[in-house]
């Protein structure tokens, strides 16, 4: 599968998502001490985009299922590169963060549309390797993006924002390799509206389950994200190396848990039992970082956190496929997109009150409850089905 070349351009359109913020944060103290922005203000520039891929990615979904999803993933990737390469001209914060906002627009089509091309290209079991491989793109891009950022942005922060010019390259690629399997429909199937049938797919207790439990997954792991250094720094002095390697843990765990085991798990336990032992996973991990004071311990710690993490993410965006018919799977993937997106802006205001009352080890106590429950709602899930 691998060397499938459409498969691997799926795979980096999709990465450039995890680019967004992981490119602007190292460079953010550049950026803050020479344009001279609000301290307080600064970091909405790393974090804005979760919410416009949040919005935006499901409407996309659905324009891309409408139009065709090359016909959404080209100019997504042209307008990503647009937005991207136009922060490094902009001297306001306002400005800004208009165009990063933007950017987390067009992030939101090359997600829907790389996800339902992913989607329609495999099916069954083939479909969930797939998927798994890019969980664990994502999941590795998601390190090393941060760390290209800050080597290239080391000479001048404007340099660092000319990397989103990859989305040029990969938009004629795709353009001239890519070429979208136009679904058979049933008679019953075409004879149902698509805003019907995606409000029937959506709106079904099942659908609203997965995206309930992807919502709370990103909220699982951005806690890991961004309160583990935090922690690490207060409790055992971790510099921006370590905490740095502690992470990449997650990461080595994730992208190898998710590529290579997510799907032989599913196949052993079911899809539902699979993921709610990842989020079984997850939350123990979580439960157990306030208590590691060394650091092979909290690397261990880290990788098992990360392997929980890469079998729950490919098993829930595999439950989502099975549930929607190729015609709408754009749109139903993309939900699930937006969902995750969403727990990652919602995480730091859920748990950042705690910091105000110096309850650093409570934030993770609070996330290991958010797993369990997300994995207990997979345990108790009856055999719903869609009609």
């Known amino acids: 599968m691998l060397h499938d070349i459409r498969l691997l351009i799926l795979l980096a359109a999709g990465s450039l998502t995890t680019m967004v913020g992981g490119v602007v944060a190292p460079i953010l103290p550049e950026m803050v001490e020479e344009l001279r922005l609000d301290p307080s203000l600064a970091g909405n520039l790393v ?6 891929i949040a919005l935006f990615s499901p409407l996309l979904g659905i324009v891309a299922d409408r139009v065709g999803r090359l016909r959404v993933l080209i100019p997504s990737l042209m307008l990503y590169a647009l937005f991207g390469v136009a922060g490094a001209f902009m001297s306001s914060f306002w400005h800004l963060l208009a165009t990063r906002a933007l950017m987390g627009a067009a992030s939101g089509g090359i ?15 083939a479909r969930s390797q797939a998927l798994g491989y890019a969980t664990g793109t994502l999941t590795i891009t998601g390190i090393a993006f941060p760390l290209l950022g800050g080597w290239v942005g080391a000479t001048h922060w404007q340099f660092a924002f000319y990397l989103y010019g990859l989305g040029l390259p990969l938009a004629v690629l795709a353009a001239l390799i890519l070429r979208e399997k ?4 049933s008679a019953k199937e075409s004879a149902i509206a698509p805003s019907h049938k995606l409000s029937q797919v959506l709106g ?3 659908a609203l ?10 909220i699982a792991m951005t806690t890991v994200v961004i309160y583990a250094p935090l922690y690490l720094s207060e409790t055992i002095g971790a510099g921006a190396a370590l905490n740095g390697i502690v992470l990449a843990s997650r990461a080595v765990g994730a992208a190898a848990v998710s590529a290579f085991a997510a799907k032989g798990l599913a196949q052993r336990l079911g899809l539902h039992r699979a993921t709610a032992l990842g989020f079984g996973l997850m939350a123990l991990t979580l439960a157990t970082i306030p208590l590691l004071h060394q650091i092979r311990w909290i690397l261990l710690t880290a990788m098992f956190f990360g392997m929980g993490f890469g079998i729950v993410l490919p098993n829930l965006y595999s439950a989502l496929a099975n549930l929607a018919p190729a015609k ?4 139903v993937l993309s939900t699930g997109t937006g969902a995750g997106f ?8 859920l748990f950042g009150p705690l910091l105000d009352y110096n309850q650093l080890p409570v ?7 958010v797993a369990i429950v997300a994995g207990l709602l997979l345990l108790v899930r009856r055999q719903w089905s869609i009609g």
């Open 111 to 125: 997600a829907a549309a790389s996800l339902g091309l992913l989607g329609n290209m495999y099916e069954g079991q």
């Open 363 to 369: 934030v993770f106590y609070a996330a290991a409850s």
């Open 47 to 52: 974090s804005i985009h979760c919410l416009t």
């Open 209 to 218: 389950q997965l995206l309930l439990t992807l919502c709370l997954a990103s």
């Open 328 to 331: 709408l799977r754009s749109s």
């Open 204 to 206: 079904h207790p099942h």
């Open 342 to 349: 969403l727990g990652q802006f919602l995480c730091p205001i």
């Open 182 to 185: 136009q679904p058979k429909l």
